[in-house]
């Protein structure tokens, strides 16, 4: 099973500031294979990035995803006060097992 | 517009049984393969059960393996979860999610049903 290791735990940014939100995977993997999702408090996730640099529909171009083999990173080029958040990442193989990184916290510093 | 609802979440004692219903709307059902995903309070994300689109593959998490069984009824476009034997660990918000394999990815999510596992 691939083991996903985000960093940072929480990231304390300000509005308009960038944010850069990593992912390692403990083997090497298909960027196909790769995604982000945003989590709001009370809410279920919602897909960012698949395919490790394609924007899901309605997803704004602030939110880039890049990488290959075992590391991945999210950037928010400008945050907005509704990308506070917490972000997981995932490895979505073409078996299972799935799996999602831990996540980190985008909070307003 | 694709939505997924979630239903029969509630209070159960250790060692209970639950059945989990996900609703889906706006879309082909029984061309999509479905999963469930839990997360217990204030944890991340776990993969729980996967069925293919026709119900012929299921996977189970380890964690769940011979307690928890997932189908689907493609003539009423509901995917569900029989939670058996329940533990305290079982406690999480349940999740069903769309599967995508042109994005490789979940792609929509429902809102979630709570399962409160308590004496």
């Known amino acids: 099973e691939i083991v996903l290791t985000q960093s940072p735990g929480t990231l304390s940014l300000s509005p308009g500031e960038r944010a850069t939100l990593s992912c390692r995977a403990s083997?090497?993997?298909?960027?196909?294979?790769f995604a982000w999702y945003q989590q709001k408090p009370g809410q279920a996730p919602r897909l960012l990035i698949y395919g490790a640099s394609s924007r899901a529909t309605g997803i704004p171009d602030r939110f880039s995803g890049s990488g290959s083999g075992t590391d991945f990173t999210l950037t928010i080029s400008r945050l907005e006060p509704e990308d506070f958040a917490v972000y997981y990442c995932q490895h979505y193989g073409n078996s299972p097992p799935w799996t999602f990184g831990q996540g980190t916290k985008v909070e307003i510093k | 517009e694709v939505q997924l609802v979630e239903s029969g979440g509630g209070l159960v004692q250790p060692g209970g049984s639950l059945r989990l219903s996900c609703a889906a709307f706006?879309?082909?059902?029984?061309?999509?393969?479905m999963h469930w995903v839990r997360q217990a309070p204030g944890k991340g994300l776990e993969y729980v059960s996967a069925?293919?689109?026709?119900?012929?593959?299921?996977y189970y998490a380890n964690s769940v393996k011979g307690r928890f069984t997932i189908s689907r009824d493609n003539s009423k476009n509901t995917l569900y979860l029989q939670m058996g034997s329940l533990r305290t660990e079982d406690m999480a918000v349940y999740y069903c999610a769309r599967e995508n394999i042109v994005l490789m990815a979940t792609d929509f999510w429902g809102q979630g049903t709570l399962v409160t596992v308590s004496s």
């Open positions: 069925i293919s689109s026709n119900g012929g593959s299921t």
């Open positions: 706006g879309f082909t059902f029984s061309s999509y393969g």
């Open positions: 083997q090497s993997v298909s960027s196909t294979y």
